[in-house]
């Protein structure tokens, strides 16, 4: 299976901290995208970054990719109490058409 | 606006019943998806169209049938609702098929079968 995990499953910090998830997947991929969930909403496109590319800044975000260790990692600066939400990886198998796998989540909670 | 809607947006009911779960997306995309959602967040395609033509069926029991009369619509039919059934269903769109394109999600039809 191709679904990615998140790491940690849960995270707690205060309002202000920097917070970073972790997503490891199996197989090669053309991209990697990251969504936010808020608690019961739909998902939310947060960033793409591409197989060829290393690190991506969005904001507040900053997302990396390691290809060779099948990892990519979130990080979310300065947070704030508006963040809390459960974030996903998604990924692409390469030679794979239109089926995007999301990983398992995490769930990020910040204190104000 | 609502760029992608989905009704009902809660739908309660017993075992052995018939439901279908509507979708729409105003955002002139050519490809939506079905996606069920469990109790752990766990998010899984269930199906995708491209212009009306169904490209991916996962492995999904024939009691679900999606359906799309047209690229901006993609509704779902279950017959015969089992306990399993009770998730999160979320539809969403994209312009074009694959990873490299962003997905709009719906905002869930929670189900409930009792």
Same mark, same amino acid.
Request: hydrophobic letters at 30%; a positive charge; proline letters at 3%.
């Given at each position: 299976? +191709? +679904?990615?995990?998140?790491?940690? +499953? ?33 998902? &939310? ?17 900053? &997302? ?17 109490? =508006?963040?809390? =939400?459960?974030? /996903? ?12 796998? /999301? ?5 990020? +909670? &910040?204190?104000? | ?11 309660? @009911?017993?075992?052995?019943? %018939? ?7 105003? !955002?002139?995309? %050519? ?27 996962? @492995? ?13 619509? !993609? ?5 015969? !609702?089992? !306990?399993? %059934? ?29």
């Amino acid at each position: 299976s +191709q +679904q990615g995990e998140e790491d940690p +499953q849960a995270l707690s910090i205060q309002e202000g901290e920097n917070a970073t998830m972790n997503c490891s997947y199996k197989t090669s991929i053309n991209n990697l995208q990251w969504y936010r969930q808020n608690s019961g909403r739909g998902l &939310v496109h947060l960033i793409l970054i591409r197989s060829n590319e290393r690190e991506k800044h969005s904001g507040r975000l900053r &997302v990396t990719l390691d290809t060779s260790k099948k990892s990519s990692s979130l990080l979310i600066t300065a947070s704030r109490a =508006a963040d809390t =939400a459960s974030y /996903f990886c998604a990924t692409d198998a390469s030679g794979g058409y239109q089926k995007v796998t /999301f990983g398992t989540g995490t769930k990020l +909670q &910040v204190i104000p | 606006d609502t760029a992608v809607s989905q009704t009902p947006k809660y739908l309660v @009911t017993q075992m052995g019943n %018939d439901k279908s779960i509507k979708c729409e997306q105003n !955002l002139g995309h %050519d490809t939506m998806y079905w996606y069920k959602q469990d109790s752990k967040k766990f998010l899984k395609i269930m199906f995708s169209y491209n212009n009306k033509e169904l490209i991916i069926n996962e @492995t999904v029991p024939n009691r679900f049938s999606p359906k799309s009369p047209d690229k901006a619509h !993609l509704n779902l039919h279950i017959n015969s !609702l089992e !306990l399993g %059934d009770s998730a999160v269903y979320f539809c969403a769109s994209s312009q074009a098929g694959g990873g490299k394109e962003t997905q709009y999600f719906g905002p869930g039809t929670r189900l409930l079968v009792l």
